[in-house]
């Protein structure tokens, strides 16, 4: 909220989310402009404001950043450098807003080129170092996973590789796709979830907007679209095991020719607003039950235990591609349109159109279902003080494997940093494995690993040691993982994974 609107605003903006039912908001920071000076966080500011405003209208407030200061990064866009930097701006934080914030996300959606194009390992090693400070910072405090755009397999692989499942309260993610891709992106997501509560921090299906490039307006027809999308978002995202979703985005918000926001500059609700409060008020407290089946592949159906105004029933989201009857096995409650308006209905049909409905049943109404997924079982693990790092240039990075790409035929040296984020001293060994990717049909050749087995690290002491690699070969190599594992004693366990991709010049 602080990045749209002026102080003066702030109270009347979180007012209108509450009156959408939200309980949740994420805002977003600037690290950069918050300490413009390593080590001097700004006194009372915007984001105080926001923060303060959100808070004081009822709402759950997450923060996220998406930038590093100069001081601490020369390309911004990417992560700090040295991984304290991160754990003192989070300890700070949580701190400070330790009354008002109840969630923060370290980073969004590191894993595309915009915010950084960082690997699975680095996003694995910058949660542990941030997870540390937040917890330090207030421990009560959730710490959220640094978000992920998209889903892809490679960097999803890399992070669950580095073992970060213990330095995150809830596996956190974003999209914008097709209701059909759903199965198939949250499915991926689980697989790597460790058992944490999902939460989508950004969803929606867009919209353009047309016409004069001042207003920047959708038309009628999209901006109904919009609202009736909305519920669709809801209830599929519900369904798929989201136990939070926050719908991007209430301020009027443009990139190119889209248009996100559910309100106007002025404030006044554009169609999607009124969506979002009839989807808060109707879904209250929602769990799935499951997926209807129709026996008509036009209709998509979701049924959720709710409290739609506050009483227990079953709640039926359903719409459909073409206009067709769908029979209940008793009349509903009560049925109200996308938009939260009463609609009569005749006897136990409800005609399902385009726009979706929302049936409000007796509680343990029977409807033939698809069981909503089952959440994966939760992993166990316990963080540990000591994080490793390994930190190569950002020209090396091979997005799609989530690797780093190194000069096959020489020796070379990786620098590999170790934190200790404790009060005390860190004395441990470290081990060294390595696993490949076959390319072809030839048996990878072992490469040699060199990297010092024994390490002391004083409390808040960050210590460069070296990884050298020879005999690096092509030879029936796509990419080669490197792991290194800590044995630190009461310092816990801590995991380093680095995928490596050999190139002949």
Not at 161 to 187: G, S
Not at 208 to 217: A, R, S, T, V
Not at 357 to 383: D, F
Request: aromatic share 10%; net charge neutral.
């Amino acid at each position: 909220m602080a990045w749209f609107y002026p102080k003066e605003k702030m109270a009347t903006v979180a007012s209108l989310c509450a009156l959408a039912g939200m309980n949740r908001v994420r805002d977003r920071l600037s690290w950069p402009e918050l300490e413009p000076t390593k080590g001097q966080l700004l006194a009372t500011n915007r984001y105080d404001w926001s923060v303060q405003a959100q808070s004081a209208a009822g709402l759950q407030v997450l923060e996220v950043d998406h930038l590093s200061p100069p001081w601490a990064n020369p390309i911004t866009k990417r992560f700090p450098l040295d991984l304290r930097d991160a754990y003192n701006l989070w300890r700070a934080l949580a701190q400070r807003w330790r009354a008002e914030v109840v969630s923060f996300e370290p980073w969004n959606e590191a894993d595309i080129p915009m915010f950084g194009g960082h690997t699975g390992s680095e996003m694995a090693s910058l949660q542990k170092a941030a997870w540390l400070g937040l917890k330090a910072g207030n421990p009560k405090v959730i710490a959220c996973l640094n978000v992920f755009a998209l889903h892809p397999q490679a960097q999803l692989r890399d992070l669950h590789e580095n073992e970060t499942w213990p330095y995150f309260d809830t596996f956190n993610l974003h999209h914008y796709e097709r209701f059909d891709a759903y199965p198939k992106l949250y499915a991926d997501f689980r697989a790597v979830s460790a058992g944490r509560p999902l939460w989508v921090t950004e969803c929606s299906v867009p919209v353009k907007w047309h016409g004069d490039e001042h207003l920047q307006e959708p038309t009628q027809d999209d901006l109904l679209l919009q609202s009736e999308r909305v519920p669709m978002t809801y209830a599929c995202a519900i369904h798929e095991g989201a136990q939070a979703v926050f719908y991007f985005i209430l301020p009027h918000f443009v990139e190119g020719q889209t248009q996100f926001g559910v309100v106007r500059p002025d404030l006044t609700p554009r169609p999607a607003y009124l969506a979002l409060a009839a989807a808060g008020r109707l879904l209250a407290d929602t769990q799935p039950l499951g997926r209807v089946k129709a026996g008509n592949d036009s209709v998509r159906g979701f049924l959720f235990r709710a409290k739609p105004d506050g009483r227990p029933a079953d709640v039926l989201v359903a719409w459909s591609t073409n206009e067709v009857a769908f029979e209940l096995p008793k009349p509903p409650k009560a049925c109200f349109d996308h938009l939260g308006r009463p609609r009569d209905i005749s006897g136990k049909v409800l005609k399902l159109g385009r726009a979706p409905l929302y049936a409000v049943l007796a509680t343990g109404t029977q409807l033939h279902l698809v069981p909503a997924p089952e959440a994966p079982k939760r992993l166990p693990g316990q963080p540990s003080p000591v994080v490793l790092q390994a930190l190569l240039p950002e020209e090396s990075i091979l997005l799609e494997k989530s690797a780093y790409k190194i000069p096959a035929g020489q020796t070379t040296t990786i620098p590999i940093f170790v934190y200790n984020f404790s009060a005390r001293p860190a004395r441990g060994r470290l081990t060294t494995s390595m696993s490949f990717e076959s390319a072809g049909t030839t048996a990878p050749a072992p490469w040699s690993l060199d990297l010092p087995t024994q390490v002391e690290v004083a409390p808040g002491e960050r210590k460069e040691l070296s990884l050298r690699l020879s005999g690096i070969s092509t030879n029936g190599v796509d990419s080669a993982s490197i792991r290194i594992t800590g044995e630190f004693g009461k310092s816990g366990t801590p995991v380093l994974s680095v995928r490596l991709s050999p190139s002949v010049k």
